[in-house]
């Protein structure tokens, strides 16, 4: 089963980017579909980009539509998701998840937070 680790999050001012990556370890991760979802404080965990196993297939939500940008390197088993002019309401906790078939693993979040 594929575990996933979080790292790039970070404080950053309104305006600017930062780029999260998810490293996976274990086998299968290109037959995953990937996600990353947020949860920011006192609200339910949303959806913000999606992508298929193969990477031709992407989601946005539209909060983050034309921001954020997700990517995947299967070879380095690893997913990406590169954010730029960041708002304060973008400030959660990331999460990264994989899903295949009726497996679904997540990893422990990394913090992103935006200052105005």
């Known amino acids: 089963q594929v575990q996933l680790v979080e790292s790039g999050g970070g404080l950053v001012q309104a305006g600017g980017s930062l780029r999260l990556s998810c490293a996976a370890s274990?086998?299968?991760?290109?037959?995953?579909?990937m996600a990353w979802l947020r949860q920011a404080p006192g609200k339910e965990r949303e959806l913000a980009a999606a992508?298929?196993?193969?990477?031709?297939?992407?989601y946005y939500a539209d909060s983050v539509k034309g921001r954020f940008t997700i990517s995947r390197d299967n070879a380095k088993t690893t997913v990406y998701l590169e954010m730029n002019n960041l708002k304060p309401e973008d400030t959660a906790v990331y999460y990264c998840?994989?899903?295949?078939?009726?497996?679904?693993?997540w990893g422990q979040g990394t913090q992103v937070t935006v200052s105005s």
């Open positions: 274990g086998r299968s991760f290109s037959s995953y579909a």
């Open positions: 998840t994989g899903t295949y078939g009726s497996v679904q693993v």
């Open positions: 992508i298929s196993w193969s990477g031709a297939n992407t």
